[in-house]
């Protein structure tokens, strides 16, 4: 059950005991389009993906959960940015509204990135406003529709949404090398303190390292799904791409199926804690 945008994203439903969970892989998407245009290697932009993390979360939809993942690749467009967060040095002439870019984006990692990591750009050329503009009809707008209306559907029927964003990341250097999964609310702002603090302690205690709120705070996915007072809850997840692939290659590495195996363990950990709540909620309004 399910359906999917071809070249977009896809969405699966879930396979029986609906809860209002959701989860979604912004970064996973691995098609890349016609008419990207890029001027570096492949690889280099591959490298950027958060690759197979749909794979590890694939479990969600079992348990009752709505997992959705994007097929574009995010060095194309990235949906975890505001659709006028963007470099205007990037675009050829003027752009229809006004862009408001972010600290990072000027560092090149916007909406549309111009880099693919430091030192390797993206593009030898500018790209023009109607290329963009499509990118974004295209990609970033049926990918947030898409996730606001599974997230407002089950808000609706459950009064309470609890929203997972899913991602990896690069191995980190200094203070944070070691860090397995790194969690972020911006701050406490994205969700109610108990759902990290849960997520943190069922990590752990299958033994990973878990940081909260450093370096990987939550961008835009969290900021958009993340109403706490509204019953609306969303946390970011990362996890340490080291802990199952060659981060070079992309070869899945051999600690790949313990690794998915954990995360189907804090899946059904998430889906549990769903269900409590919602079974507090049923009492509650008798
Ligand atoms: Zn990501």
Same mark, same amino acid.
């Given at each position: 059950?399910?359906?999917?945008?071809?070249?977009? /994203?896809?969405?699966?439903?879930?396979?029986?005991?609906?809860?209002?969970?959701?989860?979604?892989?912004?970064?996973?998407?691995?098609?890349?389009?016609?008419?990207?245009?890029?001027?570096?290697? *492949?690889?280099?932009?591959?490298?950027? #993906?958060?690759?197979?993390?749909?794979? !590890?979360?694939?479990?969600?939809?079992?348990?009752?959960?709505?997992?959705?993942?994007? /097929?574009?690749?995010?060095?194309?467009?990235?949906?975890?940015?505001?659709?006028?967060?963007?470099?205007?040095?990037?675009? #050829?002439?003027?752009?229809?509204?006004? !862009?408001?870019?972010?600290?990072?984006?000027?560092?090149?990692?916007? *909406?549309?990135?111009?880099?693919?990591?430091?030192?390797?750009?993206?593009?030898?050329?500018?790209?023009?406003?109607? #290329?963009? !503009?499509?990118?974004?009809?295209?990609?970033?707008?049926?990918?947030?529709?898409?996730?606001?209306?599974?997230?407002?559907?089950?808000?609706?029927?459950?009064?309470?949404?609890w929203?997972?964003?899913?991602?990896?990341?690069?191995?980190?250097?200094?203070?944070?090398?070691?860090?397995?999964?790194?969690l972020g609310d911006r701050g406490g702002t994205t969700c109610a303190p108990r759902f990290t603090s849960f997520v943190a302690e069922?990590?752990?205690?299958?033994?990973?390292?878990v940081?909260v709120n450093?370096?990987?705070r939550g961008?835009?996915?969290v900021?958009?799904?993340g109403?706490p007072a509204?019953g609306?809850h969303s946390l970011q997840?990362?996890?340490?791409?080291?802990?199952?692939?060659?981060?070079?290659?992309?070869?899945?590495?051999?600690?790949?199926?313990?690794?998915?195996?954990?995360?189907?363990?804090?899946?059904?950990?998430?889906?549990?804690f769903?269900?409590?709540g919602?079974?507090?909620?049923?009492?509650?309004?008798?």
């Amino acid at each position: 059950m399910g359906f999917e945008i071809p070249g977009v /994203l896809w969405r699966r439903d879930p396979e029986k005991g609906e809860l209002p969970l959701v989860f979604d892989s912004p970064h996973s998407g691995s098609l890349y389009p016609e008419d990207f245009g890029f001027g570096c290697d *492949l690889l280099a932009l591959r490298q950027t #993906e958060d690759a197979y993390v749909e794979e !590890l979360y694939e479990s969600a939809p079992l348990r009752g959960a709505t997992l959705i993942a994007a /097929l574009f690749p995010r060095s194309y467009l990235d949906p975890n940015r505001a659709a006028d967060d963007l470099d205007p040095a990037l675009i #050829e002439g003027a752009f229809p509204y006004p !862009l408001r870019p972010s600290q990072r984006t000027r560092s090149g990692l916007g *909406l549309v990135r111009r880099i693919a990591r430091p030192g390797i750009a993206i593009y030898d050329r500018k790209l023009a406003a109607a #290329e963009v !503009l499509s990118r974004i009809e295209r990609c970033h707008r049926p990918y947030h529709r898409v996730l606001e209306e599974a997230c407002e559907r089950l808000l609706r029927a459950f009064g309470i949404l609890w929203h997972i964003n899913c991602h990896s990341m690069p191995s980190a250097s200094g203070r944070l090398k070691d860090a397995d999964f790194i969690l972020g609310d911006r701050g406490g702002t994205t969700c109610a303190p108990r759902f990290t603090s849960f997520v943190a302690e069922v990590l752990r205690e299958r033994g990973y390292r878990v940081y909260v709120n450093e370096i990987y705070r939550g961008v835009e996915i969290v900021r958009r799904q993340g109403r706490p007072a509204q019953g609306r809850h969303s946390l970011q997840i990362e996890v340490a791409r080291r802990l199952y692939m060659d981060e070079r290659s992309l070869a899945k590495a051999a600690g790949f199926s313990r690794l998915k195996a954990d995360i189907a363990h804090l899946v059904e950990a998430l889906a549990a804690f769903a269900e409590a709540g919602c079974r507090i909620r049923a009492v509650k309004s008798r």
